[in-house]
């Protein structure tokens, strides 16, 4: 009998916080202000959420696509479109922080060695801070500088999971090795989520599953 009933319990509270990650993405979401520096922070009064990773993985366009709302943060071809900490308020419950791309972007260096220092300093030191949504493309996988944002947040014992973006690009067979190797490194850092998830903003792919886990952090 046991055998029977946990799985069935474990549907259901999986079906509970996707139902809840539903609802909190139903109710209200407006763009807050834009940070270029640190003393421009928002009250610590609400918990808050970033959306990390290499410039161009997707980060904004994820954002949009969990809120439903298809231009609340700005996307581009060009890496470097997002050059602040935009904060987003979801009915006051909870804020999602849209971050400027770390690595390559066509804007100078010592534009993106600033913005650089900014988000680190963020990341290492925002009490509210919950959880961070560490973005890699499922193109490449993880690079030298995402391991540094890796290592700054196990330092920082700042909670964050791994979402792998943009498979629709990929094929399966190629998706699942990505899959297990992410997991694979993944697993050697302490302040990892286990699971990594396989996201694609353009085809609404895992989207319920982020909200749920977004939905436990408010
Ligand atoms: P920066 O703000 O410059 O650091 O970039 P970002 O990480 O916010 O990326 P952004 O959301 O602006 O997306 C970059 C490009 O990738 C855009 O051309 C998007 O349309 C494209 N893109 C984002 N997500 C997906 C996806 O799931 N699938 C596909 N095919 N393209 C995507
Ligand atoms: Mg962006």
Redesign the pocket.
């Known amino acids: 009998m046991a055998k029977d009933i946990t799985p069935s319990l474990t549907a259901g509270a999986e079906d509970h916080a996707v139902e809840a990650g539903r609802k909190l993405f139903a109710g209200p979401c407006d763009f807050m202000l834009s940070v270029v520096n640190l003393d421009q922070l928002p009250a610590e009064t609400v918990g808050e959420v970033a ?1 990390a ?13 969990l809120t439903g709302r298809k231009t609340i ?11 602040a900490l935009n904060f987003f308020d979801l009915g006051g419950q909870l804020r999602l922080v ?5 690595g390559y ?1 066509k804007v100078s260096k010592p534009v993106v060695e600033a913005w650089t220092k900014t988000l680190k300093a963020y990341l290492r030191g925002r009490v509210p801070l919950r959880r961070v949504c560490v ?1 890699i493309d499922s193109r490449h996988g993880i690079k030298d500088n995402d391991e540094e944002i890796l290592k700054l947040l196990d330092e920082a014992a700042v909670p964050y999971q791994v979402i792998l ?5 990929i094929k399966k067979g190629e998706l699942e090795r990505r899959v297990q190797e992410t997991t694979d490194r993944i697993i050697k850092h302490p302040a990892a989520h286990p699971v990594v998830i396989a ?5 609404n ?1 895992a989207l319920d599953e982020i909200r749920a886990g977004l939905a436990l952090m408010t």
């Open positions: 959306f990773g290499r410039s161009n993985v997707g980060k904004s366009s994820l954002i949009n696509a943060a700005r996307t581009s071809n060009t890496p470097g479109r997002t050059q849209d971050m400027p791309g770390y972007a973005l973006t943009k498979i629709d690009k996201s694609s903003a353009e085809k792919i």
